[in-house]
């Protein structure tokens, strides 16, 4: 199975900062990458697909990047209604996995 | 626009049977893939399963091989998920979602087993 790390675990950051996370797979899954968003108490919602690609309707504030192995998710200029987890996940092959997530606070 | 509703979840006792429905709008169902994955209390989000197109084949994580089973309906959009001998470890949400990419996703069914 393709191993999925993300760093950091956690964050905290100020309105209006860059905020980066991290996601390295066990090996290599090409750009075969999504990034989710869950806010507390719904559902995943993808941001990102196929390592770059910006989802339909996703504020341009979101952006990823990567191929291989190691990636990189980035908002901009954080807002306040992006308090949330956000996961990586490979669908390169299966089992899909995911990332342990990130959560990401408002200080 | 695409929008994916599960039912079907619920408190069941372990070892029960459970059958969980994925209904699909706003796309050509026929044409994706589609998957099931589960979200455990307080936990990340795991693969469950998936099946493609035509339902020739459906795939499985270890921890449900033979003990769960994916169809889908193409007639009627619709996607499910058998769920049998179910333990206290498959409680969780569970999510339908579709296409290789996993695009969208519905917005869960909770399923509880315990005695």
């Known amino acids: 199975d393709i191993q999925m790390t993300q760093s950091p675990s956690s964050l905290s950051a100020s309105v209006g900062d860059r905020v980066t996370i991290t996601c390295q797979a066990s090996q290599d899954i090409t750009n075969y990458l999504n990034w989710y968003q869950q806010r507390p108490g719904k559902a995943p919602k993808v941001l990102i697909y196929d390592s770059s690609n910006l989802q339909t309707g996703v504020p341009s504030r979101f952006s990823g990047s990567g191929s291989g192995t190691d990636f990189t998710f980035t908002i901009s200029s954080l807002q306040p209604e992006d308090i949330a987890t956000y996961y990586c996940?490979?669908?390169?092959?299966?089992?899909?996995?995911f990332g342990p997530g990130t959560k990401v606070d408002i200080k | 626009e695409v929008h994916l509703v599960e039912s079907g979840g619920g408190l069941v006792q372990p070892g029960r049977s459970l059958r969980l429905s994925c209904a699909a709008s706003?796309?050509?169902?026929?044409?994706?893939?589609m998957h099931w994955f589960r979200q455990a209390p307080g936990k990340g989000l795991v693969w469950v399963s998936s099946?493609?197109?035509?339902?020739?084949?459906?795939i499985y994580t270890d921890s449900v091989k033979g003990r769960f089973t994916m169809s889908r309906d193409n007639a009627k959009n619709t996607l499910y998920l058998e769920m049998n001998s179910l333990r206290a470890e498959d409680t969780a949400i569970y999510y339908c979602?579709?296409?290789?990419?996993?695009?969208?996703w519905g917005q869960g069914t909770l399923v509880t087993v315990s005695s």
């Open positions: 979602a579709r296409g290789w990419q996993a695009d969208y």
């Open positions: 996940q490979q669908y390169d092959n299966f089992p899909f996995t």
């Open positions: 706003g796309f050509t169902f026929s044409s994706y893939w």
């Open positions: 099946i493609n197109r035509d339902a020739s084949r459906t």
